[in-house]
């Protein structure tokens, strides 16, 4: 339970992204602004968001190596074994998993049938895996920043 209780405080900042997206897609379904009745069947489209999705999670993975090689160094291994970096590592996953729900939803469109599920769910873990990269990047910029400083 202890775990539970210190995983939460430690990623606290993911958990909060994560409320606000879903929060901004019930709302955009609520208004419209996201059609739930989609039906797009160019397999261009979804070529295009497999592509997309990839080069994301190609640079997800650049910025995971570049965390990993930076914690050779007394601070961040400092802050790494204490649990700090969870956070920034945590973010990393999220946003890898979300892309690469995407990448398999854009696969299946483009091998089967259109299923207006499957291409609502492409799109939202895009948005979703955007987020959480955003938020990566933000961090990674903040690790480098402490590397500069010590």
Do not use: W
Not at 6 to 23: E, H, P, V
Not at 37 to 46: G, M, P, Q, R
Not at 84 to 113: G, P, Q, R, T
């Amino acid at each position: 339970m202890q775990d539970l209780k210190t995983s939460i405080r430690k990623n606290k900042g993911n958990i909060f992204y994560l409320i606000i997206t879903a929060l901004f897609f019930i709302f955009a379904i609520k208004k419209n602004i996201i059609d739930l009745n989609c039906t797009i069947n160019k397999s261009s489209y979804h070529f295009n968001l497999l592509t997309i999705n990839s080069i994301f999670a190609g640079f997800l993975f650049t910025g995971l190596s570049i965390m990993i090689s930076v914690s050779d160094k007394p601070r961040i291994a400092r802050l790494n074994e204490n649990g700090y970096l969870d956070k920034y590592y945590n973010a990393i996953y999220l946003s890898m998993l979300f892309h690469f729900i995407s990448i398999i939803a854009s696969v299946l469109l483009l091998l089967m049938v259109s299923n207006n599920n499957l291409i609502l769910i492409e799109r939202i873990s895009l948005i979703f895996g955007i987020v959480f990269f955003i938020k990566s990047i933000f961090n990674l910029i903040k690790l480098i920043k402490k590397v500069k400083e010590s």
